[in-house]
């Protein structure tokens, strides 16, 4: 069993909607980070939570430490938005990731 | 341009063989920590190395090993080579010993053994 658990694996989701991607994690961690990884490879980070909510334009990651579990929501989403989303755990300076939720946003 | 530079961008190489991939870090960053992205197992943290020395190891194959050199460029050597290494190989930079500094991904390295 992963450390980090996301859901669903692929998405794909009409222009305009709202999408939501979940992540649960088993570990104890410092922080739990969002990436995005586009066809191309490359891998941006867009979140560095350890608690509570952060907003970055069309972009919101939430997470309950409690329950360890953290969602990022897009609002009005774009075909730009297609990507692969990443979340992963750090404890120290090592990372624990998800196994990525293929996202696809159609016209 | 994220500012981490890594080389070569594709490699394609026998098995058995030996390779290195080079990683030059954000102006500033002190740490390199390298992953390994292959399709069946998704990203994993190999090592990281800050300011010259290994700070943390993850699943890094005794196969493989690295360096961070005094220009803070680091080093990832892949030797006898399996088709099973096959994947992309990122490295990473952050100013600080942790990654709560933030941190900046390279473009990757992608690695085909035939």
């Known amino acids: 069993k992963n450390e980090v658990e996301q859901s669903p694996q692929n998405l794909t989701a009409q222009e305009g909607e709202f999408i939501t991607i979940n992540c649960s994690y088993s570990v104890g961690i410092s922080a739990l980070h969002w990436l995005q990884q586009h066809p191309g490879g490359g891998i941006v980070s867009l979140f560095m939570l350890s608690s509570g909510k952060k907003k970055h334009g069309r972009l919101i990651a939430t997470i309950n430490i409690q329950e360890k579990h953290s969602s990022l929501h897009i609002t009005a989403s774009h075909p730009r938005d297609s990507a692969v989303y990443i979340c992963a755990g750090n404890t120290g300076n090592q990372f624990y990731f998800g196994t990525g939720t293929s996202l696809t946003v159609i016209p | 341009d994220s500012g981490v530079t890594q080389t070569p961008k594709h490699l394609i190489t026998a098995t058995g063989q030996r390779v290195t991939l080079r990683c030059s870090p954000r102006?500033?960053?002190?740490?390199v920590y390298w992953y390994q992205q292959s399709l069946d197992q998704g990203l994993q943290f190999l090592i990281q190395y800050y300011n010259g020395e290994e700070r943390a190891k993850g699943n890094i194959l005794e196969r493989f090993s690295a360096q961070q050199f005094p220009d803070l460029h680091s080093e990832l050597n892949l030797s006898s080579l399996e088709l099973g290494d096959s994947a992309l190989y990122f490295c990473?930079?952050?100013?600080?010993?942790?990654?709560?500094?933030?941190?900046?991904f390279g473009s990757g390295t992608r690695l085909t053994v035939v």
């Open positions: 990473a930079s952050s100013v600080g010993q942790g990654l709560a500094w933030g941190y900046t």
């Open positions: 102006s500033g960053d002190l740490s």
